[in-house]
C-alpha cells in the first residue's frame, strides 16, 4: 500500500467490522475507498502488487458485508461489482477468499428478492463451480433451494427455510423474499379460487392476524365478505373475444397482393 | 458447407471432417482423383478468376473444398503448389515457405529444393501465365490459410500457427480488399482454432472485438458473421452468457451471410436465451439452427450438439420431443440420457427424474446442459398436474400429493394454484372440500390459431420472394433467347411465304397466315 495512513486505516477497519461498529465501519469504509482510487486499486489495472490486492478484495467484501448490515442494497450492488474483477479476473493469481462464496450467495439471494430469475440464472451459469458441485456449496445450494421452491409452488418450503439462512447476512433478505413470496401466493389465490374463507387465506399468506389479512386485502382489492367470513376473487379474463377485424383484413389484403406477384 | 464444429472435442471434428471428404463425392466426382497439388494450383485459378471478373461465387467454390483439401496437406503438396504458382523471383515465395517445418521431412525437403524445377514445368503446360505474372493477394492468403491449417493438423506446430495467422491477420487488414472478404472470414475461423488449439482462447477477444468493428465499417458481411460467432463462442466457452447477451444486443448479424454461419449463430442464441428462461426464443432460435445446418452426416457434431439442446429446452417449454428423433441414426447415441430423462418428464415421476440426473451427471455437465436440466424439476410436477386434470375433472389434493410424490397437502395445493395461474391447467382449487376442479378442455380454434396460421403463410410467403431474389441469370443468356426468338420469326415468315407461294387457292381464308 502507498501510505502508512491507509494501512492504519484498514486495521481499525478489521476491528470496528469485528465488532460490529457499523456507524464507524461506514465512515473507515469511505475514507478507504478515496485511498483505494488513489493507489489505483478499486479498479485494478496493470501489474499491481499481490498484497496490495488481497487487502483491497478484503475491503470491498467488508463493505458489501457492510451495507447488507445497514440494508443499503444499491450500495451492496456496487461492492459487488468491484468485487467482480477480483473474483473472475484474477482468480488464478490470488489466493481463493473465504468471503468469496458468501458474498456470491447473497447476490444470487438479492436477484431473487427482486424477481429477477434470468439474471439469477445467468449469474449461476458463470460460477467458477461445475454445476453438479454447486449443491454442495451450502452458500450457494441454499439460494438455488430457494430459487426451485418459487418456481414448483412449495412456497411453505422457502418459508420454513427462513431460518436455515448459512450466513447471518442471509436473513436480512428473507423479509423481501417473504414479501415476494405473498405477491406470489396471492396472484395464484386471485388465479385459482372463486373464494377463501378469511382464515384459511391467512395460514395460505402466512399471517398471524386476521388484521393482516384485511389490510393486504385492501391492498390488493379483494371483496371482503366480513360477515360470511370469506375473501371473493373477482375473476378477470373472461370478457368476450371480439373478431379482430382490421387484422384479417390487412392480412388478406396482403395474401391477395402477394398471390398477384406470384401468378 | 465446411468446418462446423461447435465443441472443442477432436475427435468428433474429426469425424466429422471425414465425413465432409465423402460428402464432396457426388458433388465433383471428377476432384476425386485429382492430386492435391493440381487442385490447390486450380483453386489459385480460380481466385483469380473471381478477383479479375469481381465475382466472389468462384472464391466461395474454392473455400467450399477447404475443409476436403486439409486432410490431405502435407510438406511437400504445400510448398509444391506454392513453387508452381509464384514465378521464380517472386518475394512472396520465400515468405510463404518459411512457414513450412522444413525439419521434420528432412529428405524429403532436400528432394524439393533440388525438383524445385521439375514440378514446375510438367503443370506449366496448363497455367502458364501464373509462371511469370504476380497472382493476386487473394491467392497469397489463400495459400496461407491452407498452411495455418496444415500446421493445426500437428500439435508441435501450435505456436507456429498461432504466429502465422497473427501475420496474416494483419496483412489482410493492411491491403483492405473486397474480394478478400469471403477468404478471410475463414480466416478468423483459423485464427480461433489457432488460440483455442494454444489454450488462450480469452486473450484472442480483443484482437476479435476490434476486427469485428472494422468490418461492420467495411460493410464486409461475411467477415463480420464469421466474428461474431467467434466472440459467442468465446464468450459461452468461459460461461459469459451476460458478455454474449450483450454483444447480441448491441451487434446486427449480416442476414448476407451463408447458412452455416447462420446456424451457428441461431445456436449460441439459442442458448443464451436458454439460460435466461426465455425458453420460446431459443426454441426458435435452434430450430433456425438445424434447418440451416449442414446435413446431419456432413456435421454430426452440431447436429447432435443442436438437438441436445433443443431436447431439453423443448422439455423445459412443457412439450415432449417426438419419439422418432431418438432413433434418427446419427443421434441415438448420442442421445441415449436426454432419451432417459425425457421418459421420466413425460411420467412427471420425480424419483425417476431424479436418479438419472444423478445417474448422467457427467455427461450433462461436459454438454453443459446440467443446470438446464435441474430446472426441469417443476416441469416434471408441472406434466403431472396436467396429465391429472386431463384424467380427471375433480381430484381431492391429497391424491394429487400422493399420486406426485409430494411432501405435503399444503404443498400441493400451493404447486396447483401455481400451476393455474401460470396457465398450465384449467380449473379451480375448492379449498373447503379440498379438491381441484378442472375446467373444459378449451377447444382448437381461435385467435391464436389463426395467428399460428398467418405467421406460416408469411413464412412461405417469404421462402418465395427469398427464392426468387436468390435466382441467378448467367451473363448474356438472353441473348440465346433472342437469337431463338429470331429464328422463329424466320421459319414463321419462311411459311408464310411458302403459303403464299402455294397459291391463290387459299386466297379465300386469309385468316389462317395470321394465326400461325
Redesign the interface.
Known amino acids: 500500500m502507498a501510505t502508512t495512513a491507509l494501512g492504519t486505516l484498514y486495521s481499525q477497519l478489521q476491528q470496528a467490522f469485528a465488532s460490529s461498529d457499523l456507524l464507524q465501519t461506514g465512515q473507515l469504509l469511505a475514507k478507504l475507498k478515496v485511498g483505494l482510487i488513489t493507489a489505483g486499486l478499486l479498479v485494478p489495472q496493470g501489474d499491481v502488487n499481490f498484497n496490495d490486492l488481497v487487502v483491497a478484495r478484503e475491503i470491498l467484501e467488508i463493505g458489501a458485508f457492510w451495507s447488507i448490515r445497514t440494508r443499503d442494497i444499491p450500495s451492496f450492488d456496487r461492492y459487488f461489482s468491484q468485487l467482480q474483477t477480483f473474483y473472475n479476473d484474477y482468480s488464478s493469481v490470488l489466493p481463493p477468499s473465504p468471503r468469496e462464496y458468501p458474498i456470491r450467495g447473497l447476490n444470487l439471494i438479492r436477484l431473487l428478492t427482486q424477481n429477477r430469475?434470468?439474471d439469477f440464472?445467468?449469474t449461476?451459469?458463470?460460477?467458477p463451480l461445475?454445476?453438479?458441485s454447486?449443491a454442495s456449496n451450502p452458500y450457494i445450494s441454499h439460494p438455488i433451494n430457494l430459487e426451485?421452491w418459487l418456481?414448483?409452488?412449495?412456497?411453505?418450503?422457502v418459508w420454513n427455510a427462513r431460518e436455515e439462512a448459512p450466513a447471518e447476512e442471509y436473513k436480512f433478505f428473507v423479509d423481501s423474499l417473504m414479501g415476494t413470496i405473498r405477491n406470489?401466493?396471492a396472484?395464484?389465490?386471485?388465479?385459482?379460487?372463486?373464494s377463501?374463507?378469511i382464515k384459511?387465506a391467512a395460514t395460505?399468506l402466512f399471517f398471524r392476524t386476521q388484521q393482516e389479512v384485511l389490510l393486504y386485502a385492501q391492498q390488493r382489492g379483494w371483496q371482503v365478505d366480513l360477515t360470511g367470513g370469506t375473501i371473493a376473487f373477482t375473476k378477470k379474463g373472461e370478457e368476450k373475444?371480439e373478431i379482430?377485424k382490421d387484422k384479417?383484413i390487412t392480412?388478406n389484403l396482403q395474401?391477395a397482393r402477394?398471390l398477384e406477384m406470384?401468378v | 458447407m465446411s468446418d462446423v464444429p461447435m465443441k472443442p472435442a477432436d475427435e468428433k471434428e474429426a469425424k466429422q471432417n471425414v465425413e465432409k471428404t465423402g460428402e464432396k463425392k457426388p458433388e465433383e466426382p471428377k476432384k476425386q482423383p485429382l492430386p492435391v497439388p493440381v487442385e490447390i494450383r486450380g483453386n489459385a485459378a480460380l481466385i483469380d478468376r473471381a478477383v479479375s471478373t469481381l465475382e466472389p461465387r468462384y472464391t466461395l467454390r474454392v473455400l467450399r473444398t477447404l475443409s476436403a483439401l486439409r486432410k490431405r496437406l502435407t510438406v511437400k503438396i504445400l510448398s509444391d503448389a506454392i513453387e508452381a504458382i509464384y514465378p521464380l523471383n517472386s518475394a512472396v515465395k520465400p515468405a510463404l515457405l518459411q512457414w513450412l517445418p522444413a525439419t521434420e521431412p528432412e529428405p524429403e525437403k532436400e528432394m524439393d529444393v533440388d525438383s524445385a524445377t521439375p514440378p514446375t514445368p510438367t503443370p506449366a503446360s496448363t497455367p502458364t501465365r501464373h509462371t511469370n505474372i504476380e497472382p493476386v493477394p487473394e491467392v497469397e492468403v489463400y495459400l496461407r490459410l491452407l498452411i495455418i491449417h496444415f500446421l493445426l493438423a500437428n500439435q508441435a506446430t501450435y505456436a507456429q500457427s498461432l504466429k502465422l495467422s497473427q501475420e496474416t491477420v494483419q496483412k489482410i487488414q493492411s491491403l483492405n480488399r473486397r474480394s478478400m472478404d469471403p477468404i478471410a472470414a475463414k480466416v478468423w475461423y483459423a485464427v480461433e482454432r489457432a488460440y483455442e488449439l494454444g489454450g488462450e482462447l480469452a486473450e484472442a477477444r480483443p484482437l476479435f472485438l476490434a476486427a469485428q468493428r472494422t468490418a461492420s465499417l467495411r460493410h464486409d458481411d461475411e467477415t463480420q458473421a464469421s466474428l461474431i460467432n467467434r466472440l459467442l463462442r468465446n464468450y459461452l466457452h468461459y460461461n459469459l452468457y451476460d458478455q454474449a447477451d450483450k454483444l447480441v444486443l448491441k451487434t446486427n448479424f449480416p442476414p448476407s451471410s451463408g447458412n452455416p454461419q447462420h446456424a451457428r449463430y441461431h445456436y449460441y442464441l439459442g442458448r443464451i436465451r436458454a439460460v435466461q428462461l426465455n425458453y420460446s426464443a431459443a426454441h426458435t432460435n435452434l430450430q433456425q439452427a438445424i434447418r440451416r445446418a449442414p446435413p446431419a452426416t456432413t456435421a454430426p457434431g452440431f447436429y447432435q450438439a443442436v438437438h441436445k439442446l433443443s431436447v431439453v429446452v423443448e422439455l423445459l417449454m412443457g412439450d415432449i420431443p417426438e419419439r422418432g428423433l431418438f432413433r434418427h441414426p446419427v443421434l441415438a447415441k448420442a442421445l441415449t440420457c436426454y432419451f432417459e430423462i425425457v421418459k421420466a418428464v413425460r411420467t412427471g415421476s420425480l424419483s425417476q427424474f431424479q436418479s438419472t440426473l444423478s445417474k448422467h451427471a457427467a455427461q450433462f455437465e461436459a454438454d453443459k446442459t446440467y443446470s438446464l436440466i435441474v430446472r426441469l424439476r417443476q416441469n416434471v410436477i408441472k406434466t403431472g398436474i396436467r396429465r391429472l386434470s386431463l384424467s380427471y375433472s375433480r381430484i381431492s389434493l391429497r391424491d394429487i400429493c400422493v399420486k406426485l410424490h409430494l411432501d405435503s397437502e399444503e404443498d400441493a395445493e400451493y404447486i396447483v394454484g401455481k400451476a393455474i395461474r401460470d396457465g398450465v391447467i384449467d380449473g379451480h382449487i375448492s379449498h373447503e372440500q379440498g379438491w381441484m376442479e378442472c375446467g373444459s378442455q378449451k377447444s382448437g380454434y381461435g385467435f391464436d390459431v389463426s395467428d399460428v396460421f398467418m405467421r406460416r403463410i408469411q413464412y412461405c410467403l417469404e421462402l418465395h420472394n427469398e427464392s426468387v431474389k436468390a435466382m441467378r441469370y448467367p451473363l448474356n443468356a438472353h441473348r440465346k433467347e433472342l437469337d431463338a426468338a429470331e429464328a422463329a420469326r424466320q421459319r414463321e415468315a419462311e411459311l408464310l411465304r411458302q403459303v403464299g407461294e402455294d397459291g391463290g387457292s387459299f386466297d379465300d381464308e386469309p385468316g389462317i397466315g395470321e394465326g400461325f
Open positions: 430469475i434470468a440464472h445467468t449461476l451459469e458463470a460460477l461445475p454445476a453438479d454447486l426451485q418456481m414448483e409452488g412449495s412456497y411453505s418450503k406470489e401466493i396472484s395464484c389465490e386471485e388465479a385459482a379460487y372463486n377463501l374463507p384459511d395460505l373475444l379482430p384479417l392480412a395474401y402477394e406470384i
